[in-house]
């Protein structure tokens, strides 16, 4: 029997409405295991699955632009819908054909705002990455000496692709860093957890080492505290 167009109407609309709930009611499933973070323990640094999220407006690009053959860039936003919240650390690294390149974003603590990690000896962050890198830092500066020519206390990570995942950063492996070079700790001095003034997201073309970045990418990060 042929169908005349008002049953034919009727049936596409069914469709999409099926569609529609479809997509409403089968989310994806990691997007659902969502980790909180364990309130007992640790101090929390940033919490951005928690409502109101951190301030994010207090955090500023630092690329490679700053000098005159750079060209990446970096965001870090705050992601939420109905399901989940978090922060998206999204970068374009756009290094020079010897690797040369970063981008990452950070921000200023100072006065009551100064991170004090005294007690702890480990950074955690819960974290999962996709796109074309997985390779990362963690930049921090400490007692207000925040821009060059003071060294920058790194550490680097990678992160599995397209799976969340916790990293745990050891507060004693961060080391003195100028312009992507390794500096001698017994010239400039340990990092000094009890007064980190700045702290940063970065991701690196690795100028000075065997991984070479490149491309886009992103990293979707719940929440970093020291435990």
Known sequence: MALTWKAILKSSHSLILLSLFHVTVAPRMEEL???QPNSTEGKMVWDFTQDPPPDLTKWFEESDVV???GKSKAVLVQQKSRLFQRAVFFTMLNP??????FAGMRTLLSG?????LDGYSTLQLRVRGQGQNSHYKICLHHMGMN??????????FKVPLNEFTTVN?????FEPYYRGRKMNESEVGPLKKS??????FQIFGGVYLPEKQQGTSSLEIDWVKAT
């Open 33 to 35: 295991s969502v980790q």
């Open 67 to 69: 000098r005159e053959p």
């Open 96 to 101: 020079q054909p010897n690797g040369a390149g």
């Open 112 to 116: 009551p705002d100064t991170l004090n």
């Open 147 to 156: 821009y060059e020519p003071n060294p920058t206390y790194e550490q680097t």
């Open 169 to 173: 950063l050891p507060l004693a492996s």
């Open 195 to 200: 007064e980190i003034t700045s702290f940063g």
